[in-house]
């Protein structure tokens, strides 16, 4: 089992950057791949940024690309979502999961552990 806290979400303006933090809570916290996903209203949830298990892969949904950097720090059970240069449109509530595919994965199906969620707000 892994229990999982996003924070970090606001409000900034359009160009601004956020750094997202997901805590995990678990002993085996470092066996797990990680992801960070976002869901706008009225849209489905969306892949956004993946890392395996030793934080040697990552993965990125194209329009975040340069933009966003995942990374996590297994001593702390943490991951991050560094978001730069963001845009209104990124607007969502962001999640971060947990998956046992240890290299990581961008599809959604395969996530067993959910945070809450934050909130990030993009202003034009």
């Known amino acids: 089992q892994v229990q999982l806290v996003e924070s970090g979400g606001g409000l900034v303006q359009a160009g601004g950057s956020l750094r997202l933090s997901c805590a995990a809570s678990?002993?085996?916290?470092?066996?797990?791949?990680m992801g960070w996903f976002r869901q706008a209203p009225g849209k489905e949830r969306e892949f956004v940024a993946a890392i395996s298990w030793s934080g040697g892969k990552t993965y990125y949904e194209d329009s975040v690309k340069g933009r966003f950097t995942i990374s996590r720090d297994n001593y702390k059970n943490t991951v991050y979502l560094q978001m730069n240069s963001l845009k209104p449109e990124e607007t969502a509530v962001y999640y971060c999961a947990a998956t046992t595919v240890a290299a990581g994965t961008r599809w959604v199906g395969n996530y067993d552990y959910w945070g809450q969620g934050t909130q990030v707000t993009v202003s034009s």
């Open positions: 678990g002993r085996t916290f470092s066996s797990y791949g």
